[in-house]
């Protein structure tokens, strides 16, 4: 079952359910009561709004062994892999649906660079979670483009900036219910080209291990979303004109033109 | 001008403003339209909500020149002061009222600390300010306690444990929105006695400065919140038992309990 959040004429959101080539609307949402409406759009006109507005906004960084020897490789640096699953926070006013455009700041020095991961969106409130039953609280996957500003990231105190720049965290198309989240295929092109691809199984923490471990510390909350992290290199360097996607055979393909700021 | 949020007898959270003993209940909100209605209920005996729910939560870390040399002393470390004014993220869903107990996880190594802070809530959604115009878009002022747990807080990889564990976060009672943020006396208490006091007129980069260079790569949204760090030494370590008070002559005080958690 894919769920989505879209626009409708009069400029409110809705979820809805994608059946086919449709969205179903629905009164409610997936993390509460819903009942379908007799509203159906077509899926191609529609515009899609980001398909969950995080409370709290959790990124697993540092989790896949070939992107940490590439970054520490290019940058310089000596990230070794995390002994346990440690949650970093990113910002829900940077998020952008699949469709808008990503803005790089007049004075980034660079370089932008992608991170394509899969995201977990969780369902219901849950704390104390075994590993066995993590997953119960998850309602489903969707796709995350982790845009970083390099200089920024590795010169500033935090990644407010790097990493938390309006406009630099897509996130979408839809929702995915039915997936395993140990075992997908990540692509990721650039103008069309394949440019980066791994598999989640290559994480260091599964994500079982990682919401059982900070449950033990942390309440969930529905619509909370969880970035896995991503594997690999991170090239080519993206600039203005560039289009990036993020594409699962399930999920589907998140999709954002790059722009560069006009100075103020 | 005195905001807070209660509880209703039924549960359910009102806005509300103070005056004198009583809370003046009101429909709608600060951050859009409001109109007082015709209840009032006792102060003394109403319970207050955590007076903001932030989309955003952002933290001014080492900001103070003497809470840096205390910590660097303490913890063996070398944290320099800032050359700018670098945001951090805490956690929405680590925020209690005053009056709800803070709860030390039963794993905790410790020390826990409390950091007293003056918070700024945002009144409206803001962009590209100039400094000189960068606390027009502050609905007013709040207190907040950063608690810590030094050992996750050095240990691990980012603060999600350390200084976001469930209930780490107590801000309130009350926003007051007549008030300098550049010249405010804080003081904590430990079990009644002074344990704190700074003024923030020592802080490293002032708030406006603070909003300004933010607002240049981040929007912010009416309800967020920035909390501006704390001076000085943050002891005695808490212990189970402990009250610990956050006050300022303005906004009141923010009481809260020390408990331990019983292992599950």
């Known amino acids: 079952m894919k769920w989505c959040r879209f626009y409708a004429t009069d400029g409110s959101i809705h979820f809805g359910i994608v059946e086919g080539e449709h969205i179903v609307e629905v009164r409610g949402s ?62 829900p006013s940077a998020l952008i649906a699949s469709g808008e455009s990503i803005i790089i700041p007049s004075d980034s020095i660079g370089p932008v660079q992608y991170e394509g991961e899969l995201v977990a969106v969780i369902g219901r409130k849950a704390k104390n979670l075994s590993k066995d039953e993590a997953l119960s609280c998850v309602l489903g996957y969707t796709l995350g483009n982790d845009l970083s500003e390099r200089t920024w990231q590795f010169s500033d105190r935090t990644m407010w900036r790097g990493k938390n720049a309006d406009t630099f965290k897509p996130m979408g198309p839809v929702i995915e219910t039915e997936l395993d989240p140990s075992s997908q295929d990540i692509q990721v092109r650039v103008n069309g080209k394949l440019a980066s691809e791994y598999n989640t199984r290559d994480a260091v923490h599964d994500l079982a291990t990682c919401i059982s471990r900070t449950s033990r510390y942390v309440t969930f909350y529905p619509g909370d979303v969880i970035w896995l992290g991503c594997d690999g290199a991170c090239e080519p360097d993206l600039v203005a004109g560039d289009v990036v996607e993020i594409a699962n055979p399930s999920i589907g393909v998140l999709s954002n033109r790059v722009e560069h700021e006009v100075a103020a």
């Open 30 to 91: 997936p993390f509460e009561q819903y009942e379908e409406t007799s509203q159906r759009h077509a899926l191609s006109s529609a515009r899609l709004a980001v398909p969950a507005m995080p409370y709290n906004f959790y990124a697993m960084g540092a989790n896949f062994r070939k992107h940490l020897d590439w970054a520490n490789q290019r940058f310089n640096l000596k990230i070794g892999v995390p002994k346990a699953a440690d949650m970093g926070y990113r910002s």
